[in-house]
DNA sequence: ACGTAATCGAGACGGTACGTCCTGTCTTCCA
DNA sequence: TGGAAGACAGGACGTACCGTCTCGATTACGT
């Protein structure tokens, strides 16, 4: 849409502005929480006027989401050749992602804001969880290609699985064991049944 | 502990001021939701004092808390002697509970504050998760004993994938069918591969 | 008016509550003033109940005209026989009343509080000015007797001269002499014109 | 000093805010008085946001020094070149301002809170008190130089003594004559002992 | 070189809600 | 009945942000 009209008469934005409320808004994050998170402090804290805010973002959730946005780790699909290779490079990127503090911080406000805003909602679906639904989704259909998997499987039964069990230790921190463990217990369980027929693989533990 | 001093010095708490209160509280939950719900507004839709208000809870958080409390839905356990019979119900009271507007702007709610405040979240995990684990504890154990599954179960990692298959569904409902059959699918996939007909797969682990 | 109605039925009040109440004021007067004086605090510093203090007094206005009351000081009318003896006397009570700390806050807040309500204005006229009158009133007039003053001495305005300079100098104190130094020479002035050596002078008037 | 930096970067305060808010003063103080103005009932009068007012003036005592400080009337030092029509100018004058409804509320409003708030004192002392004494110098002293007063005058302390006269007259309003009247005689009453050789003039009143 | 037009800082503005403090009344138990 | 304790409705406090606005100063671009 309006492919970034070429002809902008005016002084142009400062990109340093840019990226100093962005700054800002992450750093506020990961301090103070979402709740607490204040246009008012973003401005502060990035040395910049209330109204170059407001001129760049409507909302306030519009700000937190464009800070996030930027701040998206890219999602890298890995294809070893090896269905559970694969799968453990892809449980390390979600700890990374998922278990840093700004990362739970991020995912908790996800949660929150979800619900809320449909707006957000959208957002985190289309970029966070479409993203990854597909990763997963090309990583096992080359799993059953291989003939590792059968083709029986629901990946989305499975995805959607996987995807709550992140928001549930996300809320409710396992104190038992790490938690990329008991990720993959978990996977390994759901899995499982559709091992093929050279039945002994399943040892692998 | 402290076994509710009988001998309260001092005028005793209006119980009816309290019923207000609260009742304000839900009442703006579901109109306004979470983020908008405003002390003073509850003060005036009750028609009580502010510092009514105050009195009694600490903070914002601690009210709402209060509110959702004392609206929580019994939880009945049941036990009709046949496994999935007991699943169909548990299922329907989930569905009653947090599929209404009220119940999903809660288990929102919950979910958005139990990252941010560790007060909420152990809140929800002792009044809400606990006893659900628990049930699906006895429910399954006792299909266990039945014969009905076998002992090999991992209760805790089928309640965890729930739980979390709750949230996800909670947060981006599923357009393609009612939840609750997307639900029953789920347990029956879990739950499948410990169906106990032949009763030596029972040492496999 | 209801002298002192001599069948108190019920529990007698305990006159240990009355002290502790007006000390509290006293206290509190002289510490955050006038205007910061809640009765909250006073009850407080009392370890009294609010409840004790309304039941005597009606208003905050009373309650502090009380305590002040009570704290007041004994105006003895000197008769030394000399004109200037008895008016040194006088000034040095003067002195010690007015230009303590308790007394300097009470002028003023007699100050503040005669213009504003009628009944303190009339407390402080009959308890504190009128005596004060009447004193300045019969040591004047000994001396016109003893032939040290003339018979035409208008000891009205004198007084009300001489009291304004009170109030002036209360709320704007002298830095270059002592107020007891002013105050004398103030009155020598007034008195001045009024000697009585030629005493074929005193018919003018 | 800084004279008054013509460049106040950001938005200019709106001076009709200003206005309205000033005037919301002085109209509460004359109607509810000192005591019981409050700074919302001033927002609420002057169609102002409370914020407006606390940019303003960092406490009440300030907000309303403020107001009374605009509607100051202009002192005029009278110069008909006898000194009994210049005394009777500032004398109508002082009429004027200090018995009127606003100006006897101002002027007890003063007393009670110079003792308070040095702050307060001080304004008064600069603003109203200053110009005031010299005012009454520089008529005293053309009569002097005119040689209709000796030149032994104590200025000081007849100044002390008619404002401490106004003092106590506005707290205790005189009930047998106009107030003016007894300013007068007082006045004639100070100032005789000083008139010059020749005394027929003393008869003038 | 000069107007046009947008950006940027600074901060005023009308608002809403906050959480605290105090008021004066009341209700309850204990002596 | 008096007194201690404290709940209650209500009002104002002073603060923090909200989102909008009005400024002067700056920075480009097309004449």
């Given at each position: 849409?309006?492919?970034?009209l070429?002809?902008p008469?005016?002084?142009?934005?400062?990109?340093?502005v840019?990226?100093a409320?962005?700054?800002a808004v992450?750093?506020?994050?990961?301090?103070?929480?979402?709740?607490?998170?204040?246009?008012?402090?973003?401005?502060?804290?990035?040395?910049?006027?209330?109204?170059?805010?407001?001129?760049r973002?409507?909302?306030?959730d519009?700000l937190?989401?464009?800070?996030?946005?930027?701040?998206?780790?890219?999602l890298?699909?890995p294809?070893?050749g090896?269905?559970?290779?694969?799968?453990?490079?892809?449980?390390?990127?979600?700890?990374?992602?998922d278990?840093?503090?700004?990362?739970?911080?991020?995912?908790?406000?996800?949660?929150g804001?979800?619900?809320t805003?449909?707006?957000?909602a959208?957002i985190?679906?289309?970029?966070?969880?479409?993203?990854?639904?597909?990763?997963?989704?090309?990583?096992?259909?080359?799993?059953?290609?291989?003939g590792e998997?059968?083709?029986?499987?629901?990946?989305?039964l499975?995805?959607?699985?996987?995807?709550?069990?992140?928001?549930?230790?996300?809320?409710?921190?396992?104190?038992?064991?790490?938690?990329?463990?008991?990720?993959?217990?978990?996977?390994?369980?759901?899995?499982?049944p559709h091992?093929?027929?050279?039945?002994?693989?399943?040892?692998?533990?």
């Amino acid at each position: 849409m309006s492919q970034a009209l070429p002809c902008p008469i005016g002084r142009p934005r400062c990109s340093e502005v840019d990226r100093a409320i962005l700054g800002a808004v992450i750093s506020l994050l990961t301090t103070v929480g979402y709740h607490r998170l204040s246009i008012e402090a973003v401005a502060t804290q990035a040395g910049v006027a209330k109204t170059s805010i407001y001129r760049r973002y409507a909302t306030r959730d519009e700000l937190i989401a464009a800070a996030i946005e930027v701040n998206r780790p890219a999602l890298v699909i890995p294809d070893t050749g090896d269905l559970w290779q694969d799968l453990d490079q892809v449980l390390e990127q979600a700890a990374e992602v998922d278990l840093s503090a700004l990362g739970r911080q991020t995912l908790a406000m996800m949660l929150g804001l979800a619900s809320t805003s449909p707006r957000f909602a959208q957002i985190y679906w289309q970029r966070y969880l479409m993203p990854r639904h597909k990763a997963a989704a090309v990583i096992l259909e080359r799993a059953i290609a291989r003939g590792e998997l059968s083709a029986d499987l629901n990946i989305d039964l499975i995805f959607d699985l996987m995807c709550g069990l992140l928001y549930k230790l996300t809320l409710f921190p396992l104190e038992t064991e790490p938690v990329e463990v008991y990720f993959r217990r978990a996977l390994e369980f759901l899995l499982q049944p559709h091992y093929h027929q050279p039945p002994q693989a399943v040892e692998a533990d």
